[in-house]
């Protein structure tokens, strides 16, 4: 399997050379083995556990099925508060809206409305009003086919604490970053009793999957609990991190963003990509 990811990314690297691209050396940490993915027979429980080993419980207050007409604003910010979005890409309300039975996340829908300073694209961005300390989090979602990065994340900015799990962090809508699963956990800052985090510093990791993710829905899941910090796709578990620092409530993100790293700027000729999402929910475990 390596060999083939290896082959893969020869074939990407050149179809970007010419765009001159500050993108990092790919290095896999593994690929990831879907045959004995589960099967999911109920909505009541994660996919990963389907028959509740866990004992988790849904959080009916923190869930969502996007299922009405319009966004509920008593759980979601319709948009970032404290960020406008990295250049060139503005954070801007109208690209997000409830079509389908589903979150919907698109680019430039500002129409006539004027960009800030520096911004050329706009994209959408909801966050929840509530913060979290453990459990487990789970969407299931159609990544975009444009040069953004969909995301699906925890977070949260504080002037003693700043935390942050990526979950979903991936640009598929570009060739060359299609078969790549994305996982990174941070640290800006922690206080002195959580570890004393001065400066930022981050454990990402890179999995090569088997099919295109841009493709189709997939299941992200996140099973985090005082102790480990697990990451599964379509109830696959991939990634396993003991969980040193990460003990602060977040809060949680559905958004696209242009990012360099990902190769992820805007495109004029791909301005028809969706990032869609069929429901986030969140489970505690019963004591």
């Known amino acids: 399997m390596r060999t083939i990811c290896y082959f893969f990314l020869s074939i990407s690297l050149l179809s970007v050379k010419a765009q001159d691209l500050t993108i990092p050396q790919k290095n896999y940490a593994d690929s990831v083995d879907f045959k004995d993915a589960p099967k999911r027979k109920n909505h009541k429980f994660p996919l990963s556990d389907q028959r509740n080993t866990g004992k988790w419980k849904l959080r009916k207050d923190l869930s969502d099925e996007f299922d009405s007409k319009t966004l509920n604003t008593r759980r979601w910010h319709p948009n970032n508060p404290g960020w406008k979005g990295r250049k060139p890409t503005y954070f801007h309300g109208s690209n997000v809206s409830l079509q389908d039975g589903e979150l919907q996340i698109r680019v430039n829908q500002h129409e006539k409305d004027i960009l800030p300073e520096g911004y050329t694209h706009s994209t959408g961005f909801i966050k929840s009003k509530e913060t979290v300390l453990y459990g487990y989090f789970e969407v299931e979602a159609k990544l975009m086919n444009a040069p953004w990065v969909s995301g699906f994340w925890m977070c949260k900015v504080g002037k003693e604490w700043w935390t942050e799990i990526d979950i979903c ?33 981050s454990r990402n990791k890179k999995y090569y999957v088997p099919f295109e993710l841009q493709a189709d829905y997939h299941v992200w899941g996140l099973e985090w609990n005082e102790d480990v910090i697990r990451f599964y796709l379509d109830g696959v578990l991939f990634r396993e991190a003991e969980n040193t620092h990460w003990h602060q409530p977040l809060e949680i993100n559905l958004n696209c963003e242009s990012n360099k790293w990902f190769g992820a700027l805007p495109d004029d000729n791909r301005l028809d990509g969706v990032y869609k999402v069929k429901y986030f929910r969140a489970w505690s475990q019963s004591e």
């Open 169 to 201: 962090e991936n640009a598929p809508g570009l060739a060359y970053n299609r078969h790549d699963l994305n996982s990174n956990i941070h640290v800006f800052r922690a206080p002195e009793d959580k570890g004393n985090v001065k400066e930022h510093f």
